[in-house]
């Protein structure tokens, strides 16, 4: 095996961690509000949305131009780039996960590109109006686009159903609610692993691996789908907790709405070649939510946390996305990624085990909310 | 501005999110509205309006693979 057949075996598992990553930190999407209200049991949510994940994934098979060519001149993009830039991506979204807060996968990645682009081949390669038009402003119209639908879907559906005797009523919307979760998961996997099949088919046309006009090849096509449908299913509950208890208490009838409201977001963004960040999307809409039923029932606090974090996901990720792209030069060659891959390994265990010592998992993410991701330690039982 | 923002394509989305997002969602409450009326006529409005949803659901999918 030659040091560019390492390359690239580094550069595709990259790939397919950062995949992984872009499932579990999304899980809360789809799912957060139907774990919050009940309507599915914290583990078949996860379950469910997993498999639509999957299926999504093969449901479009052109492929995505990837984000990065859109964002980066496509004679900037090397082996190494593409490394340091899933790099950056990856380690935004865990840190991300770690506090618990939704931020945008896409966002990560593309900022990590653009960092490890702008220190290996200068701002020049970096298509600056492409990022504004591509990237900023959608980030600021998706929230307030699904705030409004969500907002107006769930004032319509408290004032309609108001005479619905209560069984009917929530039984009604349970179902809906689920209906309309798959498919904001259905649509999670058709357009996020699709981001992934790029990269990799990006990676492997840099390589010489394949020719520049062949198709995504099928390996790469199962490989991306059962990576982000693994990384669902394990379900990035801290995520799920924020979304779904932090922002707003969720009712049955508001979590419909809210679901509905991303799905419709999505399809028409997807539809009319606007490009959204389903997070984005996703938590306008939990907002819209609490705000269609009774104003000021948001924790703005925690709303600005998120938005706090949007703002430094560019920035942040780029750092890194810079940082790696620098390490794996100065060592140079496979041993400088492979060297730097060993690195990100080491601190994304670090990152692990200290999630471990405040966990939340499926028994506590619907807890009452108290101020932090992780619950207050309750002692079970009256034993103090 | 509307050379960083596609705007057409904006108010398109918004117009197609509020039909499908808050007006589907309006139709799905107007759905168990007749399923809880009781009476023959409101189980068929109720059927419409799943049927509708079903339609706008379809629909959906179709337009986001169709691309």
């Known amino acids: 095996m030659d040091a560019n057949t390492v390359l690239l075996a580094v550069v595709v598992i990259t790939a397919l961690a950062f995949d992984f990553t872009n499932g579990f930190h999304d899980t809360a999407n789809a799912m957060a509000t139907s774990i919050a209200t009940g309507a599915l049991r914290p583990k078949i949510a996860v379950a469910l949305s997993a498999v639509l994940n999957f299926a999504g994934a093969f449901l479009s098979l052109k492929v995505a131009a990837t984000i990065a060519t859109g964002i980066v001149e496509t004679g900037a993009i090397t082996l190494t780039v593409v490394f340091a830039g899933l790099v950056g991506g990856l380690a935004w979204n865990l840190l991300t996960w770690y506090f618990g807060i939704p931020s945008s996968s896409s966002h990560a990645l593309i900022g990590g590109v653009v960092g490890a682009t702008l220190i290996a081949a200068g701002a020049s390669a970096v298509k600056g109006a492409a990022i504004v038009s591509k990237v900023l402003i959608p980030a600021v119209l998706a929230p307030l686009a699904a705030v409004l639908v969500a907002t107006a879907g769930t004032y319509l559906v408290y004032a309609i159903t108001r005479n619905v005797p209560d069984g009917t009523r929530g039984r009604g919307f349970r179902y809906g609610q689920i209906g309309s979760a798959s498919l904001v998961s259905l649509a999670h996997g058709t357009n996020d692993a699709q981001k992934t099949m790029g990269i990799i088919t990006l990676a492997m046309i840099t390589a010489g691996t394949i020719a520049k006009d062949a198709g995504t090849p099928l390996w790469v096509i199962v490989a991306s789908a059962t990576a982000i449908a693994a990384g669902t299913w394990i379900g990035g509950w801290r995520v799920i907790r924020t979304l779904g208890k932090g922002l707003t208490d969720i009712e049955t009838p508001q979590g419909f709405a809210a679901e509905s409201s991303s799905a419709a977001v999505i399809l028409a963004a997807s539809h009319f070649g606007f490009p959204l960040s389903t997070t984005h999307v996703c938590t306008g809409s939990v907002i819209g939510a609490g705000l269609g039923k009774r104003l000021a029932e948001v924790r703005w606090s925690v709303a600005t946390r998120m938005v706090a974090a949007w703002l430094l996901t560019l920035p942040a990720a780029a750092l890194v996305g810079a940082l790696a792209w620098g390490g794996a030069d100065l060592i140079g060659g496979a041993l400088g990624v492979t060297l730097v891959f060993v690195v990100v390994l080491i601190l994304s265990a670090g990152l692990y085990m200290a999630s471990r010592r405040r966990p939340v998992h499926a028994g506590n993410v619907n807890d009452e909310w108290t101020g932090g991701v992780a619950p207050a330690p309750v002692v079970r039982g009256g034993v103090a | ?67």
């Open chain 2, 1 to 67: 501005m509307s050379e960083y923002v596609d705007l057409d394509a904006l108010w398109k989305v918004l117009v197609a999110a509020l039909l499908g997002g808050a007006g589907l969602v309006a139709v799905y409450s107007l759905a168990l509205v007749g399923l809880s009326n009781g009476r023959a006529a409101g189980r068929v409005v109720a059927g419409l309006c799943f049927l509708l949803v079903a339609v706008g659901i379809v629909l959906g999918l179709y337009v986001m693979l169709a691309k």
